[in-house]
């Protein structure tokens, strides 16, 4: 049978809602639009036009693996952060919109253009990215384990022209020289804690990669191995900016205060009112 743009489109969100798909039509509309290599208005506009067999083809397998739970972004293979377009694939966590917190607050902290900023466990490379964009002048490097992670962030420097201006790093942030002293520390490191794991959605436990989701018991590890490093590794008046889970406000605030140089420690909430970030400014009493 013939399907046109709504008919497959009626089909499509069919299939999706009954697999608990929690956003079945705007993921069809995604999707199609991928397939014909069209907009979502193109689909909107021309609802008539008829699939050729190929993209038919093509159209429903991709529905299918939707239906198995695969993440639109690893099916099209990029997503949006920050109105700008990333790479994704398997070996990178995809971008969170709730992510764009951590840059929001990062960049009402900078009081230099010439910001020296890190990132622990760069995944797709957004943070740094971004950051490189907004503040032209400053200079970034990046920290992150997983080779194929960091090939994906570089090509995501490359594709937004800021390749020059961030040095990636190959290595484990927990045995590494991080060069500093940095103006700037941030990091969305893996948090969820391990037992939490098996309760994640399908979408995040079958596709995203383990290592950058899983904190570790309390979800805490890697705050734990970050904080007292960056003592060592902040100026006299840097920052450090942690994504948080929405659970752990109490225990990184704890961790952090642990040390008397870490000051005007604050928790923000994302737009859903959920705890999401915590920062603290370092400061040494002698200067
Ligand atoms: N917010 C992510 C999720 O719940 C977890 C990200 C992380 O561990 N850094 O899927």
Redesign the pocket.
């Known amino acids: 049978m013939d399907a046109n743009i709504n008919s497959f489109l009626n089909w499509s969100q069919n299939q999706l809602a009954q697999a608990g798909v929690l956003s079945p039509r705007l993921d069809s509309e995604i999707l199609l639009a991928h397939t014909l290599n069209l907009s979502r208005t193109d689909l909107k506009v021309r609802p008539e036009r008829v699939l050729n067999e190929s993209e038919k083809k093509l159209a429903e397998k991709n529905v299918e693996r939707r239906r198995k739970r695969e993440p639109v972004s690893l099916i099209v293979g990029h997503q949006e952060f920050w109105s700008l377009d990333f790479l994704v694939d398997e070996n990178v ?1 995809t971008p ?1 919109p709730e992510t764009e917190i951590l840059i929001e607050t990062a960049l009402k902290c900078i009081s230099s253009p010439a910001a020296k900023i890190l990132d622990l466990g760069t995944g797709s490379g957004i943070l740094p990215v971004v950051m490189a964009k907004e503040i032209p002048e400053c200079k970034m490097s990046a920290i992150e384990i997983d080779p194929k992670a960091l090939s994906i962030a570089n090509a995501n420097a490359l594709q937004h022209g800021v390749a020059d201006r961030i040095n990636f790093i190959r290595a484990d942030l927990r045995n590494v020289d991080w060069s500093g002293p940095y103006s700037m520390i941030l990091s ?5 804690p391990s037992s939490d794991i098996e309760e ?1 959605m399908p979408e ?1 436990k079958n596709y995203e990669p383990m290592k ?2 899983d ?1 570790g018991k309390k979800g805490l590890d890697f705050y734990q191995t970050i904080i007292p490093i960056s003592v060592e590794q902040l100026e006299n008046n840097g920052w450090l900016i942690f ?1 948080i889970g929405h659970d752990q406000a109490r225990d990184v605030v704890a961790l952090l205060k642990e040390f008397s140089c870490f000051l005007d420690v604050e928790v923000i909430q994302d737009y859903s009112g959920y705890d999401r970030v915590v920062k603290a400014r370092k400061e040494t009493s002698n200067g």
């Open positions: 966590l969170r969305n490191p893996p948090y969820i994640v995040v950058a989701l904190g994504e």
